[in-house]
C-alpha cells in the first residue's frame, strides 16, 4: 500500500510540474528586459516572468507545533491526549510561481498504547484498588520517537487560479510529499517486560490479577517508508520574510510504533507554525519578478523616447527654485521631491531634497509634515495614478523614516492622483511629493480649486 502511495504521489508532482511550466514563459536573459510592478503602467499580456537560474528563489525555514498520533490503539484514546511538541526545518526552491520543492527534516516525539480491550482490563483492575507491582501497567502509555525526511512538491493553489502578484500577502499552498521515517527511542526495558510477562496486578490484601504477555515485534531503531500530503497558509511579512501555517497527514508502515496490527500502515498528523526567510536571486529580488523584453528596433525607438522625455523633465527641472539646505518655513515647504515619468524610485539628486527635509525637521520640532504624492494627468488614467501618488509618497515617508531617522508621529501621507496638479504651467513638475505643514485638520491646507498657493511664514 505505502508503495502504491509513493508512485501516486510520484505521478501527482510531475503532472503538477508540467502545468506550471506551462503557466509560465521563461525568456531568455540575452534579451533586454525592464522591470514592472505588479500594477504598472506597462503590465499587460505580453509580460513574463524573468529569466532565473539554478542558485535563485531558493528558501530556508523552521516550525514548531505539536504531532498527534493516530496509531493502532492510540486512536481509541482521548484525542488532546495523543499530542506531542514537535519541530521541522526545511530548505526548498519555487521553479515557478505555482510550482516548488523543498527538503523538510523533522523530530516528532509520538505516544503508544497497547490494543484497547487490554487497556480497558487494567484500568479495571486499578479502579478496584489494584496496582501493577512492577510499575508496569498496560494502562500507561510508552513513547519513541520519529526523526523524518521528505522531499515534497509544493503546489501554490493561489497562483494556479489567480495571477501571480509579487505584493500578494497570503498564498494557500498544497503539499505531496514522500520520504522516511526512521523510528527510535522506545522504552525497551517496559516493552521487553510486557512482551516476555505481561503484566501482574496486585491489591493490598496481596490478591493478584496477571494479564497476557503483549508482543512487540519491533522496538529497536528502524527505518520506514512514509508519504504525507497537506496544505500550508503562508503571510509574506515582508521581501525576505513569510509566516509559515502547516497542517499534513503522514502515512508510514504499520510496524513504525513496534506493533504490526491490522492495517496495512499508520498514521500521525502535524500541526506547525513558523517562518521561512527568501535568499536574493541573481537580480538582487527575493520573490519572482515580472518584466519585458524587446528586441533590438523596440529597445532603440524605447531609448530614445526616455531620452526624450528625460531631457525635457531636466529642462523643466531647471527651470524649478533650486533647493537650499535652509528651508523656508512655508505652508508649502520650498523643497520637492520630482520623479521620472511611471516611476517612483527616489534619484541620488532627490535623496538630496529628502535629507533637508529631514534636516529641517531636525531643527524645528514644533513643526509637522504631510507627505503628499502627485501625478501628472497627461500620464495613464485616474485610478493607475492615484496608486503611483501613493507609491510616491510612501517611498519619501520611508527614506525619512528609516534612512534619516524622521519620528513616525512627525509625518502623515496623503496622495492626490492626478486630481489635483499644483503646477499648471509645466505637466511634469506635477510628477513630484510636496510637504505641507501638518495643521492637524487631515487635509494639506493649501489646495484649493485644484491651485497652489504658497503662504510663506517667518520662522
Known amino acids: 500500500m505505502i508503495k502504491k502511495l509513493y508512485i501516486a504521489v510520484v505521478a501527482a508532482l510531475m503532472s503538477v510540474s508540467a502545468v506550471a511550466q506551462s503557466d509560465y514563459k521563461i525568456v531568455d536573459s540575452t534579451f533586454t528586459r525592464v522591470e514592472l510592478d505588479d500594477d504598472s503602467l506597462y503590465y499587460d499580456e505580453n509580460a513574463y516572468l524573468d529569466d532565473y537560474k539554478v542558485g535563485d528563489n531558493w528558501f530556508i525555514g523552521g516550525s514548531v507545533g505539536v504531532t498527534h498520533s493516530m496509531s493502532e490503539n492510540t486512536r481509541f484514546q482521548k ?29 516528532h516525539p509520538q505516544i503508544g498504547r497497547v490494543e484497547w480491550s487490554t487497556v480497558e482490563a487494567a484500568e479495571h483492575y486499578v479502579a478496584q484498588g489494584y496496582h501493577e507491582k512492577n510499575g508496569y501497567g498496560y494502562e500507561d502509555n510508552y513513547h519513541f520517537c520519529i526523526f523524518s525526511g521528505y522531499f515534497d512538491g509544493l503546489i501554490n493553489f493561489t497562483n494556479i487560479f489567480y495571477k501571480y502578484k509579487e505584493s500578494r500577502k497570503f498564498n494557500l499552498i498544497g503539499i505531496l510529499g514522500l520520504g522516511y521515517n526512521y523510528s527510535f527511542g522506545f522504552n525497551t526495558k517496559k516493552l521487553d517486560y510486557w512482551t516476555a510477562h505481561g503484566t501482574t496486578y496486585v491489591n493490598k490484601d496481596g490478591d493478584t490479577k496477571t494479564l497476557a504477555p503483549y508482543k512487540f515485534e519491533n522496538t529497536g531503531a528502524k527505518n520506514y517508508l512514509a508519504a504525507h500530503v497537506g496544505f500550508q497558509g503562508r503571510w509574506k511579512f515582508s521581501n525576505a ?98 520623479f521620472y515619468v ?77 486630481t489635483v496638479q499644483p503646477y499648471e504651467t509645466v505637466n511634469e513638475w506635477n510628477r513630484a511629493v510636496i510637504f505641507f505643514l501638518d495643521r492637524g485638520k487631515g487635509d494639506s491646507q493649501i489646495l484649493e480649486g485644484g491651485k497652489k498657493t504658497n503662504i510663506f511664514v517667518q520662522p
Open 79 to 107: 484525542f488532546f491526549k495523543n499530542e506531542m511538541p514537535d519541530m521541522n526545518i526545511e530548505v526548498g526552491k519555487f521553479l515557478y510561481p505555482s510550482f516548488g520543492i523543498r527538503f523538510r527534516f523533522g523530530v
Open 342 to 418: 511611471d516611476r517612483y524610485y527616489i534619484t541620488d539628486a532627490q535623496r538630496k531634497n529628502v535629507k533637508s527635509v529631514a534636516n529641517f525637521l531636525a531643527t524645528h520640532p514644533d513643526i509637522n509634515l504631510i507627505v503628499t504624492g502627485y501625478a501628472d494627468i497627461e500620464t495613464a488614467y485616474p485610478a493607475y495614478n492615484l496608486r503611483l501618488s501613493q507609491k510616491r509618497a510612501k517611498v519619501v515617508y520611508d527614506m525619512l523614516v528609516d534612512e534619516f531617522n524622521v519620528p513616525k508621529d512627525r509625518l502623515r501621507i496623503d496622495y492626490k492622483g492626478d
Open 241 to 338: 520574510w513569510d509566516g509559515i501555517f502547516e497542517v499534513t497527514f503522514n502515512g508510514t508502515d504499520d510496524l513504525y510504533n513496534g506493533i504490526a496490527y491490522d492495517r496495512v500502515y499508520d498514521t500521525y498528523f502535524d500541526v506547525q507554525v513558523g517562518a521561512r526567510y527568501h535568499f536574493k536571486d541573481s537580480h538582487g529580488r527575493r520573490r519572482f519578478h515580472y518584466v519585458k523584453h524587446y528586441n533590438s528596433a523596440v529597445v532603440e525607438r524605447l531609448n530614445r523616447m526616455a531620452d526624450d522625455e528625460n531631457e525635457k523633465l531636466n529642462n523643466a527641472l531647471n527651470e524649478m527654485p533650486e533647493p537650499v539646505e535652509n528651508v523656508n518655513l512655508t505652508e508649502a515647504l520650498q523643497t520637492t521631491i520630482s
